[in-house]
């Protein structure tokens, strides 16, 4: 057997290698497809799987053209990739080399709608201390809706059945499209300005695209900022919408929102049996409190010994006029002792014993205020020498030429020094 004709596994593995860099179709392929099992290296290199339903092929992004992308990929993903097709010789495996990658349509859309969420999130826009509570039982409900279709019909007809006390006013608003956002912004301006008690904005069922407008910013702006409750009812159940997470209330469909809105007349009628019996119950509750009130005046001791209510009081005051006079009696007797002993004062009995008295004291005073009297000196021959108002007992105080005042018993002359004296 020739064994030369055989080749080993390498080799085959290279030789498709080749074969695939040479394809000129397959050097530069664009490929569109979910990704899974996706892995970021920690060189930066991207590992992943891109899959339709019906079959799969591995891909690798290298860190130099993975660095240019504008978004992170995830499991689940739709994308669009531009690269080229070849084998990785030792796993015997064709791979495509991704050298570009978008994110596909619907993929795009979703990107953007996280983005916004979690934008708005970190601000507190979805908060629960925001969300503003729903009236039970309203007057006047604004729909934000198109004019025509099933939601709008569902919504009103839910109403007027359930509660056709209410009355339901429509603000018609386109729903999808590129005007539908500024024009839903505008309609909740005027329906929080017309004083109605809640709003309803919503639409029905559609793609992600069909309900877009409600996953716009300016749209959740507006409903945050509305002072009136709002709640949300776009799409489906299944359907989650921006819109949803800044009402203050999400319904899954237009007729829940409705029935979130509204009560029913048979929950109403119900509501209001509850009242009357609760409020007989307390009326019944009162009378027989009354009643035992009134019951127990009558048996009061008071009421059937009326007197004796006057025989405490006529003991109190027999008792208070006698603390009275006690008072009076003892007043008297202070006042008495003191006039008697003012009456036996010396002084009062003999006046002019206290006359004499003061008489000698004042002569005392006086006698001794002419000794001490500098004037009445000079009735013995002295005299007082002053220089400029000011007495002079000293000679060594003057000097030569000065004026002084001499001052006798009875008149003063002017003087002046020709000679001083000096004392040894």
């Not at 979690?118 to 309203?138: V, W």
């Not at 539908?180 to 992600?208: L, Y």
């Not at 509501?271 to 009378?287: F, G, P, S, T, V």
Request: aromatic share 8%; hydrophobic share 40%.
């Amino acid at each position: 057997m020739e064994e030369n004709k055989y080749l080993n596994i390498s080799e085959l593995n290279n030789y498709i290698k080749t074969l695939l860099d040479r394809d000129s179709f397959l050097n530069k392929i664009y490929l569109k497809g979910e990704i899974s099992n996706f892995k970021n290296h920690t060189r930066g290199h991207l590992y992943f799987t891109l899959k339709d339903d019906y079959a799969r092929l591995s891909a690798v992004m290298f860190s130099r053209e993975a660095a240019t992308l504008d978004f992170v990929p995830e499991d689940g993903m739709n994308v669009l990739v531009e690269g080229r097709i070849s084998a990785y010789p030792p796993q015997g495996s064709y791979q495509i080399y991704v050298e570009k990658m978008q994110v596909d349509g619907l993929g795009a859309l979703y990107i953007e709608y996280e983005k916004l969420k979690k934008k708005l999130a970190s601000e507190g826009l979805f908060n629960p201390e925001h969300k503003k509570p729903i009236p039970k039982y309203p007057e006047k409900i604004g729909v934000i809706t198109a004019s025509t279709g099933a939601a709008v019909r569902d919504i009103m007809s839910t109403i007027k059945r359930r509660f056709p006390l209410c009355e339901t006013i429509l603000f018609p608003t386109l729903v999808q499209g590129k005007e539908a956002a500024a024009n839903i912004v505008t309609q909740i301006a005027r329906a929080d300005a017309f004083g109605v008690d809640t709003i309803i904005v919503g639409r029905g069922g559609g793609s992600i695209e069909d309900l877009w407008a409600f996953n716009e910013e300016i749209v959740a702006r507006a409903i945050y900022e509305c002072q009136t409750p709002i709640i949300s009812a776009v799409g489906h159940e299944i359907d989650w919408t921006i819109a949803d997470f800044v009402a203050d209330l999400r319904a899954p469909t237009p007729t829940g929102a409705a029935e979130m809105a509204v009560p029913t007349i048979i929950d109403l009628n119900t509501l209001i049996d509850n009242y009357r019996i609760r409020l007989n119950k307390n009326i019944k509750n009162m009378i027989n409190t009354r009643f035992i009130t009134l019951r127990n005046f009558k048996n009061s001791f008071v009421l059937k010994n009326p007197l004796a209510i006057y025989e405490v009081k006529e003991q109190k005051y027999a008792q208070l006029h006698q603390d009275l006079a006690k008072a009076l009696e003892k007043i008297m007797l202070n006042k008495t002792q003191r006039l008697a002993k003012v009456t036996d004062n010396y002084i009062l009995k003999n006046p002019l014993s206290l006359m004499e008295k003061s008489k000698n004291k004042l002569d005392l005073l006086v006698n001794t205020l002419k000794l001490v009297n500098p004037l009445n000196i000079l009735e013995k021959g002295y005299s007082l020498v002053q220089k400029d108002g000011k007495l002079i007992s000293n000679s060594n105080d003057l000097k030569v030429n000065d004026a002084l005042t001499i001052r006798f018993h009875q008149g003063e002359i002017n003087a002046l020094v020709t000679k001083v004296k000096e004392k040894r």
